[in-house]
């Protein structure tokens, strides 16, 4: 635990406190961490904050939640898909650091919140994550943003959902996306890197828990090697938008990150990569542990949005 700054300590602590998810059914493991999550926290102030719901079928329906900072607009438009292994997770808990995403980058942030398994496994929670860019390019003038400024964005599993859209947008013709960022997203789902040994215990996100996440999420065996699962694994990344990739050093994630960063660069994909030294995975998404370094990220992000036009 030396490589951990104070923060991770404390956090790597708190959750260690836990009980292990992997023991538990997902339904009671979110209910713990909605009481949680239930913490007393200044958060940060927008113009704006609006829910909207959004067809996905004829029959189903998901929630958006619209971050508008303070200014005359149109803005760029961030689409934010949170993570928590694709079982986890929902707006509120997303919603202190995209208030920050929102205030620093100077862009409307829209987060997704698509269905989680596995109750709707794979591959509902990408489909659900392609209807929202599709609604916020049909709608991107509504909500005082520029649909030629579009970008996807996740952490971990909603990280992993951002290049899935990308991919998806790609492979359809649909909108077009100008950059995805990648924070310690799920590239992979084999389990096997070395990153997957140093940190199997003690860093929060584990090993056990990362395979207990993913089997939750796929149908079968075969789910396991299709690209829009395990992008890593695609035989195409040519012609993806070009990316920021954000890495947590300890964690075990950081090798598919750095692994789907070559490849992306090997096929001609603009890439800039940064591994956050002493932070471990989840970092992003907790604003009561984190909130200085959630700050510092969103401000490498805007740094990255302004070359965007170069």
Same mark, same amino acid.
């Given at each position: 635990? #030396?490589?951990?700054? $104070?923060?991770?300590?404390?956090?790597?602590?708190?959750?260690?406190?836990?009980? =292990?998810?992997?023991?538990?059914?997902?339904?009671?493991?979110?209910?713990?961490? &909605?009481?949680?999550?239930?913490?007393?926290?200044?958060?940060?102030?927008?113009? !704006?904050?609006?829910?909207? &719901?959004? !067809?996905?079928?004829?029959? =189903?329906?998901?929630?958006?939640? /619209?971050?508008?900072?303070?200014?005359?607009?149109?803005?760029?438009?961030? /689409?934010?898909?949170?993570?928590?292994?694709?079982?986890?997770?929902?707006?509120?808990? *997303? =919603?202190?650091?995209?208030?920050? +995403?929102?205030?620093?980058?100077?862009?409307?942030?829209?987060?997704?919140?698509? %269905?989680?398994?596995?109750?709707?496994?794979?591959? /509902? $929670?990408?489909?659900?994550?392609?209807?929202?860019?599709?609604?916020?390019?049909?709608?991107?003038?509504?909500?005082?943003?520029?649909?030629?400024?579009?970008?996807?964005?996740? &952490?971990?599993?909603?990280?992993?959902?951002?290049?899935?859209?990308?991919?998806?947008?790609?492979?359809?013709?649909? $909108?077009?996306?100008? *950059?995805?960022?990648?924070?310690?997203?799920?590239? &992979?789902? !084999?389990?096997?890197?070395?990153?997957?040994?140093?940190? *199997?215990?003690?860093?929060?996100?584990? %090993?056990?828990?990362?395979?207990?996440?993913?089997?939750?999420?796929?149908?079968?065996?075969?789910?396991?090697?299709? $690209?829009? *699962? #395990?992008?890593?694994?695609?035989?195409? +990344?040519?012609?993806?938008?070009?990316?920021?990739?954000?890495?947590?050093?300890?964690?075990? +994630? %950081?090798?598919?990150?750095?692994?789907?960063?070559?490849?992306?660069?090997?096929?001609?994909?603009?890439?800039?990569?940064?591994?956050?030294?002493?932070?471990?995975?989840?970092?992003?998404?907790?604003?009561?542990?984190?909130?200085?370094? /959630?700050?510092?990220?969103?401000? !490498?992000? %805007? =740094?990255?949005?302004?070359?965007?036009?170069?």
């Amino acid at each position: 635990m #030396a490589k951990l700054v $104070p923060e991770a300590q404390e956090y790597v602590a708190a959750f260690n406190q836990l009980p =292990d998810f992997t023991t538990m059914d997902p339904i009671d493991v979110r209910a713990i961490l &909605d009481q949680a999550k239930n913490l007393e926290m200044e958060l940060a102030s927008v113009a !704006s904050v609006k829910d909207r &719901d959004i !067809s996905v079928s004829p029959s =189903d329906y998901i929630r958006l939640r /619209i971050f508008t900072p303070e200014g005359n607009g149109p803005f760029p438009i961030i /689409i934010y898909y949170h993570g928590g292994g694709w079982v986890l997770g929902n707006l509120d808990g *997303a =919603d202190p650091s995209c208030r920050v +995403l929102a205030n620093k980058t100077n862009s409307v942030v829209v987060s997704v919140d698509y %269905r989680l398994a596995p109750e709707f496994k794979f591959p /509902i $929670p990408a489909e659900d994550s392609y209807a929202a860019l599709e609604w916020v390019k049909n709608n991107a003038s509504n909500i005082n943003g520029n649909d030629s400024e579009i970008i996807v964005a996740g &952490d971990s599993a909603g990280g992993n959902l951002a290049t899935v859209v990308a991919m998806m947008s790609r492979d359809r013709k649909g $909108p077009d996306i100008a *950059a995805q960022v990648l924070l310690y997203p799920v590239t &992979d789902l !084999s389990y096997n890197t070395e990153t997957y040994y140093e940190f *199997a215990e003690g860093y929060a996100l584990n %090993r056990n828990l990362m395979k207990w996440f993913g089997n939750h999420y796929i149908r079968n065996e075969e789910d396991r090697t299709n $690209p829009y *699962a #395990a992008p890593l694994i695609s035989v195409d +990344l040519h012609d993806l938008p070009q990316a920021f990739i954000i890495t947590a050093e300890n964690d075990v +994630l %950081r090798d598919e990150g750095i692994a789907y960063a070559e490849r992306l660069m090997e096929a001609e994909v603009k890439v800039i990569y940064k591994n956050e030294n002493g932070l471990v995975h989840g970092y992003f998404s907790n604003y009561a542990f984190f909130k200085e370094r /959630i700050e510092k990220t969103c401000e !490498s992000i %805007r =740094d990255f949005i302004s070359t965007l036009e170069q």
